[in-house]
């Protein structure tokens, strides 16, 4: 990217978020939220959103009451968690047990970006956390659905981010589900 | 206008069309500031709603699926096509699967053909994610990972060196896009004579257009996605554009394929399926090699989350319909028992001495 290019980008994505604090219009409020939460999907856009707080702002949607400012936030979030640096300020804000409680939510799409989102912030230090029980049988539940998208993310979570110990844990528990060989 | 996402979208149904194939309104209130350069409808892309798997649907019912083919074949290489013949379609349409190799081909397949004039119908292309196998989602969830990484990396290395070096990455694009221009220049050929009776404009191949983009943006003139965040074009990194100019040419690899079309992705393949018996089996074999109490599932104890699985219909084990069954048979053998004595006297010979030879009653 260029060096004139980049303040205007920084300006335009600041000039959005000012419109969202400042309007009292819920439509314009769920257009500008879309559009941050798209430009998070590009990965050139993402220090900028960091220093403008976007994360936060897609924190603060989760307990809207506004359905779609939920599944925008939500969607900003999954977007965003992909980059390290947003992850460490995402986990930073307690985001994991935001992002959790959006796994009730009744939007397919809310929840598909909630689950993809724990997967992000996975780490090391986070994965006890984001592998516990009550998220663990959440999962279960999801490899049980119809959705084929919800039942294949699942399937990814419980592969990927879960131990051996958890899984046998969770078979001794009670739970009956047709899953794939899980690798260790 | 607010998205029209109104009702209610319970994720244990599974609905004939999904919600996300369906083409929403256009927002027509956007202040001027953050007009796109196209109207587009108030909508927010994640990776989970992209995917390889392409949906076309308003195709001529005119037998044009191998020029169809040839297009999406323009955006990259097709693995895979097939008619969805299950799909609602409107009258005299079709409907097709594409998939293709790389999701990046899916995106601008996407971004260019959707509601453009194909033979007089209107094209309408959208993802289909739930085509995807658990593998092609990891996959694909893997991929979009390394590349953010990588981004993330490339742009620290910039800063730190210097702030002119970040041209250096576009320059390099430059290389590989050239490549693969030069695989694609028999399919050059076929743009042209496609463009005139598809309607389409004469196409810019995804690479050159990436190209330009990337002109412009040295000017510092116009960002690479529009005011409305949209984007899905203008990530082709540096691997996968040779890893494109290596791939065959799509064209000649979709005429063998024939007219007919291959079979669809099967869902299971590549992953491994254990019956739910042997799962039962192995956890009670676990069970009695541990020896151990039974686990205090702790999670009971904690807020449930997420949705509950659907409950079974309750029986009501006192109806009297349960017994219909039992009490048409116990009349039968009334019925029987009735008969049988009055019969028996003219055969009790006969009975008697079966008796003897089989030991059974007969």
């Known amino acids: ?184 | 206008m607010a998205a029209p996402v109104n009702s209610r979208s319970d994720c244990w149904s599974v609905p004939e069309v999904y919600k996300h194939h369906e083409q929403q309104r256009v927002c027509i209130s956007r202040p001027k500031y953050r007009e796109g350069r196209k109207a587009k409808a108030v909508k927010v892309y994640t990776i989970n709603l992209e995917s390889r798997y392409l949906m076309v649907q308003g195709v001529p019912a005119i037998g044009v699926m191998t020029e169809l083919i040839q297009l999406c074949a323009l955006y990259g290489s097709v693995e895979e096509y097939r008619p969805l013949d299950e799909y609602p379609a409107e009258e005299f349409t079709e409907v097709y699967l594409v998939k293709f190799q790389k999701l990046t081909s899916a995106r601008a397949a996407k971004r260019n053909m959707d509601e453009k004039s194909f033979y007089g119908g209107v094209l309408h292309v959208c993802y289909v994610p739930e085509y995807e196998t658990v593998e092609d989602t990891r996959l694909k969830l893997q991929d979009r990972r390394s590349y953010i990484a990588r981004a993330a990396r490339k742009k620290t290395e910039a800063t730190q060196e210097s702030p002119v070096s970040s041209e250096a990455p576009t320059s390099s694009d430059k290389i590989p896009t050239s490549c693969d221009v030069t695989s694609r220049n028999e399919d050059t050929g076929e743009a042209l004579s496609l463009s005139h009776y598809s309607e389409f404009p004469l196409l810019p191949l995804p690479p050159q257009e990436h190209c330009s983009f990337r002109q412009k943006s040295h000017r510092g003139l116009v960002p690479t996605e529009d005011k409305m965040g949209t984007l899905h074009n203008a990530f082709f990194n540096v691997e996968q554009q040779q890893a494109e100019s290596l791939s065959s040419n799509p064209i000649t690899s979709n005429r063998e394929q024939g007219t007919e079309g291959r079979q669809g992705p099967n869902p299971g393949s590549g992953v491994r399926f254990i019956p739910r018996i042997t799962n039962l089996e192995s956890r009670k074999r676990k069970v009695e090699e541990s020896g151990e109490p039974a686990a205090n599932i702790s999670g009971e104890n904690e807020s449930l989350i997420g949705p509950k699985l659907p409950e079974p219909a309750k029986l009501d084990m006192e109806d009297e319909s349960l017994n219909t069954t039992v009490s048409l048979i116990r009349i039968q053998k009334c019925k029987r028992t009735i008969m049988k004595p009055i019969k028996s006297k003219n055969k009790s010979e006969t009975v008697s001495s079966s008796i003897e030879q089989n030991g059974r009653m007969n």
């Open chain 1, 1 to 184: 990217m260029s060096s004139t290019e980049a303040p205007e980008r920084f300006e335009y994505l600041q000039s959005l978020v000012t419109e969202f604090q400042d309007t009292d219009s819920e439509e314009a409020k769920e257009q500008v939220l879309a559009n941050l939460a798209n430009f998070a999907y590009d990965p050139k856009n993402m220090e900028y959103l960091r220093e403008l707080q976007v994360p936060d702002l897609f924190l603060d949607m989760l307990t809207e009451e506004n359905e779609n400012f939920v599944e925008f936030g939500m969607g900003g979030l999954c977007n965003l968690s992909m980059d390290p640096k947003c992850r460490e300020v995402i986990l930073q804000s307690g985001g994991i047990s935001l992002v959790t409680n959006c796994l009730s939510n009744r939007r397919e799409e809310t929840v598909l970006s909630a689950v993809t989102t724990l997967m992000n912030l996975a780490t090391p230090a986070t994965r006890p956390q984001i592998s516990g029980p009550g998220i663990l049988q959440c999962m279960l539940r999801f490899s049980l659905a119809e959705s084929p998208r919800l039942r294949n993310l699942a399937a990814v979570f419980l592969q990927d981010c879960c131990s051996e110990e958890q899984r046998r844990f969770c078979i001794r528990g009670g739970f009956a589900f047709s899953a794939p060989v899980m690798q260790s």
